[in-house]
């Protein structure tokens, strides 16, 4: 198949990162072989930006490079050029997921400020005018407090049963989790044609899909490849935030109606412990990115994107919001409550709508599927001529 | 006279970041008390973005013409050209004086920086104010470095019947050529080249030879320089030690051997190498037992000829010279500095210029390539018993090419990696040689043909530069991407050899401070103009030559030094030295 080079790729791609200097590369190779995590027949981040400057954008799609890459910054503080390799791979990752999106919501999002928050926006004033419309305060709201002197947050809401609420909710929170899954999973069928269809070079023995499948699930869960990189702490704190957060998604999706109770349970209570784990692991992740970014300690951390800023702002928004609720529900003032509750949501949903499909988040599918991929990818060469680049289980 | 045409003056001046720069307020102050200037302002208070606004004050202020003063005051030349046509002036009436162009850079230098404002706004250049040097013309020239850059200059001079001052830190001449095992491209062996130079210095009338010396000081000016000497105790006599070695025989007391570049072990007195020049011994004070503790004195108990002083002093000498060569040469780039190569922590990864004493004839091992061993009392040195590698890789660039260490290309170092594959390949035919290189630059005449008979031999070329070294079962793991044959490659050697770049030496800038010659950022001496005066100073009388002046070559040293040796004899021809504009500045601040 013959291959188009497109001229100004370079130029576009200066939109999606903090950094400019991966064109001074001179191709000493010094990245790929210091990287830990470099295997044969995948040499990133060197051969991205052999591509990258001689145009080659289908060949960089149909990688599966940027998404192996963990930065550890190891490549960009050893590079002889300063050309932050480390850096690149961060924005093609970015580019990656604005072509993996089939709606090119993503493309808008990353290239165009207003896009972004003006999606933001509408979402959140929905959000708000959703609760006041149809879920207002009831005039008697002061005195839904129970008997251990904590409020009653089911019963806030005028004119409803605590049961319908709960519902509602569940059901509005469903409607975002179906809403999202469906965006990922059709952008991970177009990755799956981008990288692996459209690879001409590829033929998968049919039998890998299934006996690779379970390394889909092992990645996910454990970011084991990120645990290979020097640094060991910053594995640790995507682990505390990946934990964190899941199961935050778990208690408000999947188990709602036994997590928002009425009574104020005692402390050492399941749903408690659950939410302090996660609220104590996505905060130390916060605080530690968002005092990194701002003094820039470390070579990952010295470029930011103006997405990197806004998802820090709206998960810290998110978990504050979060925290004042169970502070002010258990300390019995449900007008706070009750408005507290409604900013958590209004500022939730559009985090979840944008970064999860659109943005930063979307990795925690695209990662698993990419090292999946991978392993497609090398079974298809061993398979053709180099048995010695068989994965190895 | 009519009335004084009115001077406008701007300073663009940016500091980039150095504290110890001339002092502008005092530059400003002194020009806006001359008559007829006015100052238009200074870039750090008012950065040049508004032509109006200068514009205007010309106007203003009837400025007939303008100057533009400051460390680089061409990067405001176009902005004020502009301003000059808006305000109905000639363009040409604007004057650039650059400071830079002067090295005028210290703070000690701001009364030099005045003056050349003042001639500039008096409308003389430097250069006419003045020509030759003065206090009576030297015929001596001194001569800084014993290498083999400073004793080709030398021996130049020397012969066309001129008094030399050949000025050596260390204890012989001979510098980094005489380390080296042969020369590329033509594999002579570098000390029977070099070894008859030295040995004629030694014997040379006109030459006076000053071992283990250093420069304190110079003054004067262009034909008339006083520099102030220190020389180091020797703590041997050299005119009646007789050479014999037994004090070394003797000697209790040991330490690394400077000359072999720490691969094996020399005595506390000992001669750098058996072809020494003076080939008188010398005395270590690091490492004598004597001048530690005390008690020894072994050697001057054993001299036959009584040569033996322990009680010397280090003394100051002052010299008067006319002219002075500066070709104080480089030192190798410190490969622990990188620390994934791991230098100095696995014991068979060495520099280039360790292997070239382990590969030499007259080296530790007697020319054999062994593996390093520790001795009884646990110095890891290099013995002909030790284990033969079966595989070697050489790394290029350490240190050059790499924005993190030295940015430029050192020049020889492919050279010398293929001469040292070469020189294993003739003493290990069935050793496995690999070089690693980013790319291989055979630049000089025969340099490629070199490379292809390299090549030919088989040894494996891989371009891309290694990233890390580890250790793998007492074997050296090397890692690296292959960007011919896109691999990543995982090789296991016996032995690393890191061919390390070439930089400036650690106290050339106080040298240069001394004299009064620029470096560039790196370290090096500037030369007078890089095309046209490669071995001039912006100093009348100062010539540098070799690698004090950038990385280069043995034959391009040498080619230096002759002609750093022929302005020199002009100069001492002509009786008198044409004085510089430097020099010019310095002469009118002292009057």
């Known amino acids: 198949m013959s291959k188009r080079v497109d001229p100004d790729f370079k130029r576009r791609l200066f939109k999606y990162g903090g950094s400019k200097e991966w064109n001074e590369c001179f191709h000493c190779g010094n990245c790929t072989a210091v990287c830990p995590l470099t295997e044969q027949g995948f040499l990133f981040p060197r051969k991205s930006i052999r591509d990258i400057q001689m145009g080659l954008k289908d060949n960089l799609l149909s990688y599966t490079d940027p998404w192996l890459c963990y930065y550890c910054g190891e490549c960009s503080e050893t590079c002889p050029r300063n050309a932050n390799p480390g850096e690149l791979m961060m924005t093609l990752r970015r580019y990656l997921t604005s072509m993996y999106d089939i709606t090119g919501l993503s493309r808008r999002f990353y290239t165009s400020k207003w896009w972004e928050f003006g999606y933001i926006a509408i979402i959140f004033v929905m959000i708000i005018l959703a609760f006041l419309i149809f879920l207002p305060l009831r005039p008697d709201a002061a005195a839904m407090i129970n008997d251990s002197g904590g409020v009653m947050i089911n019963n806030l809401v005028a004119g409803m049963s605590p049961e319908t609420f709960v519902r509602i909710i569940e059901l509005g929170d469903w409607t975002m989790a179906v809403i999202v899954a469906s965006l990922l999973i059709m952008n991970i069928l177009h990755m799956f044609k981008v990288t692996i269809l459209n690879d001409s070079s590829t033929k998968v023995p049919f039998v890998s899909y299934f006996s690779e499948f379970r390394q889909l699930f092992l990645h996910f869960l454990t970011q084991a490849k990120f645990s290979k990189c020097e640094d060991k702490k910053y594995w640790v704190g995507h682990f505390l935030l990946m934990t964190g957060y899941s199961i935050m998604f778990a208690l408000i999706v999947a188990v709602l109606p036994k997590f928002q109770i009425e009574d104020i349970v005692p402390w050492y209570n399941w749903q408690r412990l659950l939410g302090y784990y996660a609220t104590i692991g996505i905060l130390f992740f916060l605080v530690n990115v968002a005092i990194g970014r701002i003094r820039k300690i470390d070579i990952k951390l010295r470029f930011s994107h103006s997405t990197d800023w806004l998802f820090i702002i709206m998960l810290g928004l998110t978990t504050i919001s979060g925290i004042l609720v169970h502070i002010f529900r258990i300390t019995g003032l449900p007008v706070l409550t009750y408005y507290s509750y409604v900013a958590h949501m209004a500022i939730l949903v559009p985090m979840v709508l944008v970064e999860v499909p659109f943005s930063k988040w979307s990795h925690l599918a695209y990662r698993p599927f990419a090292i999946y991929f991978t392993r497609l990818k090398k079974a298809a060469v061993a398979r053709q001529f180099e048995p010695e680049l068989a994965p190895t289980l | ?591």
């Not at chain 2, 072999?260 to 506390?268: E, G, Q, V, Y």
């Not at chain 2, 690693?436 to 088989?458: H, L, S, V």
């Not at chain 2, 100069?571 to 430097?582: D, G, V, Y």
Request: one cysteine or more; hydrophobic letters at 35%.
């Open chain 2, 1 to 591: 006279m009519s009335e004084i045409p009115v001077t406008g003056v701007y300073i663009h001046h940016c500091i980039n970041g150095s504290v110890d720069s001339v002092e502008i307020a005092e530059i400003t102050s002194y020009a806006s008390g001359l008559p007829g200037v006015v100052i238009l302002g200074n870039s750090a208070v008012l950065p040049p973005v508004d032509k109006l606004y200068f514009t205007r004050l010309i106007r203003e202020k009837r400025i007939k013409r303008l100057i533009l003063a400051g460390d680089k005051p061409g990067e405001v030349k176009p902005f004020f050209a502009d301003v000059m046509v808006r305000a109905g002036l000639n363009q040409h009436d604007l004057i650039v004086t650059s400071f830079h162009e002067f090295d005028l850079r210290r703070k000690t230098d701001t009364g030099l920086a005045k003056r050349l404002l003042n001639s500039a706004i008096m409308g003389t250049s430097v250069e006419q104010a003045g020509h030759f040097g003065e206090g009576g013309f030297i015929e001596d020239t001194l001569v800084i470095g014993g290498g083999i850059a400073g004793i080709q200059a030398s021996l130049e001079i020397a012969n066309s019947n001129h008094k030399v001052y050949l000025l050596e830190r260390t204890g012989t001449i001979g510098g980094h050529m005489a380390m080296f095992d042969k020369t590329f491209p033509t594999l002579d062996c570098a000390a029977c080249i070099l070894t008859p130079k030295m040995v004629e210095i030694g014997q040379h009338p006109n030459i006076r030879l000053m071992t283990l010396c250093e420069v304190l000081n110079v003054t004067g000016n262009p034909g008339n320089f006083e520099v102030k000497i220190l020389q180091k105790a020797r703590r041997v006599d050299l005119s009646t030690c007789i050479g014999c070695g037994i004090c070394s025989e003797k000697c209790p007391g040991k330490a690394a051997s400077e000359f072999d570049n720490k691969t094996t072990l020399r005595k506390s007195i000992y001669i750098p190498f058996p072809q020494a020049v003076p080939n008188k011994y010398l005395i270590d004070p690091e490492s004598c037992i004597y001048l530690k503790d005390g008690k020894c004195g072994t050697c001057v108990k054993v001299c036959p000829a009584g040569a033996v002083h322990l009680d010397e002093t280090d003394k100051e000498i002052t010299i008067r010279v006319g002219n002075i060569v500066v070709a104080t040469g480089f030192q190798p780039f410190d490969a622990r500095k990188d620390q994934r190569f791991g230098y100095g922590k696995f014991p068979n990864v060495v520099t280039s210029l360790e292997f070239e004493r382990l590969v030499n004839a007259s080296g530790p091992t007697g020319g054999n390539i062994t593996l390093r061993t520790t001795d009884k009392k646990g110095n890891r040195i290099f013995t002909a018993e030790g284990k033969t590698p079966g595989s070697v890789a050489l790394i290029h660039c350490i240190g050059s090419r790499d924005v993190n260490y030295h940015k430029y290309c050192s020049k020889v170092c492919c050279m010398y990696s293929l001469k040292l594959a070469h020189l294993i390949r003739e003493k290990l035919p069935t050793a496995e040689i690999s070089e690693y290189y980013i790319d291989i630059r055979a630049f000089g005449k025969g340099y490629e043909e070199f490379y292809e008979r390299i090549r030919e031999e088989g040894i494996h070329f891989i371009r891309g530069k290694t990233a890390k070294i580890e250790e793998k079962d007492g074997m050296l793991m090397l890692r690296s991407e292959d960007l011919i044959n896109k691999k990543l490659v995982e090789q296991t050697v016996d032995m690393v050899i890191l061919a390390v770049g070439l930089e400036p030496r650690d106290d050339a800038r106080k040298l240069a401070d001394m004299l009064g010659i620029p470096t560039d950022e790196e370290g090096w001496f500037t030369e007078g103009d890089y095309h046209i005066d490669q071995t001039g100073t912006i100093r009348g009388g100062i010539a540098v030559a070799g690698t004090c002046q950038g990385p280069r070559d043995i034959p391009d040293s040498v080619a230096q030094a002759s002609a750093a040796a022929a302005s020199v004899i002009r100069n001492i021809l002509n009786r008198k030295i044409r004085l510089t504009a430097r020099d010019q500045l310095v002469k009118m601040d002292k009057k």
